[in-house]
């Protein structure tokens, strides 16, 4: 196929050809151009696994796809934090699509988790933007890296499924830019996803579709995005002020609606051709970029050897996406040439939960089923099961005696619960974070009779563990591990691998202490952002909130310990350049061969500006080998330490100390150490509306006020502590509208000439 042309073909395409083009072709193709030679492009969902359906599938394009690799949703894949296996799971969802003549890959979610509610939560990777946008940029640019592109999404405010294709997120800039935005623009500026998806929501009472401020001034004009900007599928309300707005691609098209609409709008010039053009212009340059691929569908067929690959990367990839909670008394691992009855309990250690429902659900190449991988990783063990509990959620007793008599007679019991698929999904969120209560009931059950129970857990996003932890004696998160979760949890339990998975969200002791929890998820169309940056462990950390488990913690097989960090900095905050460098030496003290995740967070004590009280702002994940001593490394930029000024619409750096806290987790942080950093002055310039304080602490502003005080003879003022901290706020203008110290408008005007000077 010869290589598109954009210059040539664009100004020969009609009127017609051009609407035709940003509005798609079917539910999964961009529209074709056949007189001139553009082809259509095929997208498919793939978050963590290619959906490809291959006509039209059902009505609502979930159903009816072609076998591919199911990875672990994001939920998992983040706990793992290695940046190497994110970009090992974009390299295989590549190969896939190309042999599946995939040209765009609807992923990777980054929308940040501010309720551990949100029914999408396990398509999403963290309540931190950093850790969020670092592991989708590694994603990104291997999947790219093979020759099909991403789509990231949802852009932006989409935190919530509750009415998510009306309501309103209210949130402040400040927030938007420090919380909400920085994994896309992460995302954006260090790989050029191929596209960007937005949200079906509304921010600020305005939908993503059509929000000029999201599409053309932050996410071009600032960002410097060239890709195309496609709509979440059903997400267009007016097209002619989508494609005014930036959104390029809408998906998939309304026929006789859409098209009608820009027509008219061009034939009237009520839109300017030179917007119908650009988006035009940029569809064709998806198609051109795409084309490498369409050329080469079907040369590259699947193969069993590739497929096995694939789910050998699966099974790694459980693996290092659980995280261990608990593990009192070295419950695990089990001995892998242990004899006796191991007591494996639960329904689904026979009918794994392993995938999210909605539009990212995979039609897996094989599932591996957690009972059958204990019995061969325990060959020369008992291993038997009882279900104990319906996946219906309906009380079974005779199914509790059963699976309570079993754990009886163990030697160990293994107790898989979860929640259902009917408990979260894409399209609603979650009222509560309780496991169902026969679920409960059998662990109260089996936790009579026995002392050696572990849980390993089966969900998408997080459960309360705080009233029933305590009664067993390892807890192991796999979240939701993909098709081979059950080859992943044998590995972990038997310890072929050292679990080195840590926790991408906070666990809470209950629902009621979640920062978003009064405002959650709305009401009357609109979501209020109250808890403004304060998301996650922000917020906890903030109201010395006690948790269950802390951002960023997990337990292992082995120790380590962090040496103490050396700093390196380069640059300055006044030059722009700012680059520090923190190392940290880490030495692996047991006699196990894992992994630690050195973390480093940002502390801003002299901040003038509300801050959280640390950040997250560097992460290195080090593999070591027993006694191995290796070394972290983490960069920060002059972002690093910048707030969004709200007084100057720009990032910002204040000057004064900053404690870089590092640590395993955002509350085990033994390491710290202060860097200050001179920076140029924040202050807005002084005026007649600037208040007495913000007078006062302008040298010159000070020592002009203090003459004028003087003259007036009410110069003692300035020495009256009390005085001054009851009117400290009011603006000049107010003071000399009361004569305060004989100042009045007259001389508040000479004082401000005599400031310009």
């Not at 006020?705 to 107010?734: C, K, N, R």
Request: hydrophobic share 40%.
């Amino acid at each position: 196929m010869t290589q598109l042309d954009v210059d040539d073909v664009l100004p020969q395409l009609t009127l017609e050809e051009k609407v035709s083009l940003v509005m798609g072709g079917d539910f999964w193709h961009t529209a074709a151009v056949e007189r001139l030679g553009v082809p259509r492009v095929m997208v498919a969902d793939g978050p963590h696994g290619l959906r490809m359906q291959p006509d039209e599938g059902d009505h609502a394009g979930i159903g009816g796809s072609l076998p591919a690799t199911c990875f672990p949703p994001a939920a998992g894949l983040a706990s793992s934090w290695d940046r190497g296996l994110l970009a090992e799971v974009g390299a295989a969802l590549a190969h896939e699509a190309r042999e599946q003549g995939v040209s765009v890959v609807l992923g990777p979610g980054v929308n940040i988790k501010r309720s551990p509610l949100c029914g999408r939560n396990f398509e999403y990777l963290s309540e931190d933007p950093h850790l969020a946008g670092e592991l989708a940029l590694a994603l990104v640019q291997e999947l790219q890296a093979g020759g099909v592109g991403t789509s990231v999404k949802h852009f932006a405010a989409n935190n919530q499924e509750d009415d998510r294709l009306r309501v309103s997120a209210e949130v402040d800039e400040r927030t938007l830019r420090e919380i909400y935005l920085p994994a896309f623009e992460r995302v954006v500026t260090g790989a050029q996803p191929w596209t960007v998806m937005c949200a079906y929501n509304k921010v600020n009472g305005t939908y993503a579709s059509e929000h000029h401020w999201l599409l053309t001034e932050v996410l071009r004009g600032e960002w410097g995005f060239e890709g195309v900007v496609v709509s979440d599928w059903g997400a267009v309300h007016d097209r002619v002020a989508a494609l005014a707005a930036g959104l390029d691609l809408e998906m998939p098209p309304q026929v006789g609606v859409s098209d009608t609409a820009l027509l008219d709008a061009a034939r009237s010039h009520r839109l300017p051709p030179e917007v119908l053009d650009l988006g035009a212009r940029r569809v064709l340059e998806l198609v051109r970029r795409a084309q490498p691929t369409l050329d080469a569908a079907g040369d590259t067929p699947a193969s069993a050897t590739r497929t096995e690959e694939h789910h050998a990367l699966a099974r790694r990839a459980a693996a290092a996406s659980a995280v261990l909670l608990r593990n009192e008394g070295g419950l695990l691992p089990l001995d892998p040439d242990a004899r006796g009855v191991v007591a494996v309990l639960g329904a689904f250690a026979t009918e794994p939960r392993y995938q999210g429902a909605g539009s990212s659900q995979v039609s897996p190449t094989r599932v591996d089923v957690p009972l059958e991988e204990l019995r061969a990783a325990l060959p020369g063990a008992q291993v038997e099961h009882a279900a104990g509990f319906a996946l219906d959620g309906e009380p079974d007793e005779a199914l509790l005696t059963e699976a309570r008599d079993l754990a009886a007679r163990a030697d160990t019991v293994v107790l898989c619960l979860g929640l259902p698929a009917a408990a979260e999904s894409e399209g609603f969120d979650r009222t509560h974070l309780e496991l169902p209560a026969d679920q409960l009931a059998l662990l109260d059950a089996v936790a009579r009779v026995h002392d050696r129970v572990v849980v390993v857990l089966a969900n998408g996003s997080v459960v309360r563990v705080s009233d029933w932890e305590h009664r067993v004696g390892a807890v192991l998160e796999c979240w939701l591990g993909g098709q081979a979760a059950g080859g992943g949890l044998a590995d972990l339990l038997t310890g072929r691998v050292t679990p080195a998975g840590k926790l991408a969200e906070t666990v809470p002791l209950r629902l009621q202490d979640t920062p978003s929890y009064l405002a959650f998820p709305g009401d009357s169309q609109v979501v209020r952002y109250g808890e403004g940056l304060f998301v996650g462990y922000r917020g906890f950390d903030a109201r010395e909130q006690e948790v269950s488990h802390p951002f960023g913690f997990g337990l292992s097989y082995t120790t380590f310990a962090l040496a103490e960090p050396r700093v390196e900095v380069t640059g300055s905050v006044a030059g722009g350049d700012l680059d520090v460098v923190v190392r940290v030496a880490v030495t692996n003290t047991g006699e196990r061969a894992g992994a630690e995740v050195v973390q480093l967070y940002v502390a801003a004590p002299d901040a003038t500006v509300t801050r959280p009280q640390r950040e997250l702002k560097g992460f290195d994940r080090v593999a070591l080998q027993p006694g191995e001593t290796g070394e972290a490394v983490l960069h920060l930029d002059q972002r690093s330490f910048s707030h969004w000024s709200e007084l100057h619409r720009r990032w910002a750096v204040e000057a004064g100390d900053f404690v870089l806290h590092v640590g395993t987790s955002s509350r085990d942080l033994p390491h710290a150490t202060t860097l200050h950093l001179d920076a140029p002055s924040l202050a807005a310039p002084l005026g007649p509306g600037s208040t007495l304080h913000e007078w006062l602490a302008d040298d010159r502003g000070r020592t002009l006020l203090a003459e004028l005080f003087e003259q007036q003879g009410g110069g003692g003022i300035l020495a009256d502590e009390h005085m001054v901290s009851v009117i400290g706020t009011m603006p000049l203008t107010t003071l000399a509208g009361f004569g305060t110290a004989g100042l009045d408008h007259a001389g508040l005007r000479g004082l401000v000439e005599r400031l310009d000077r």
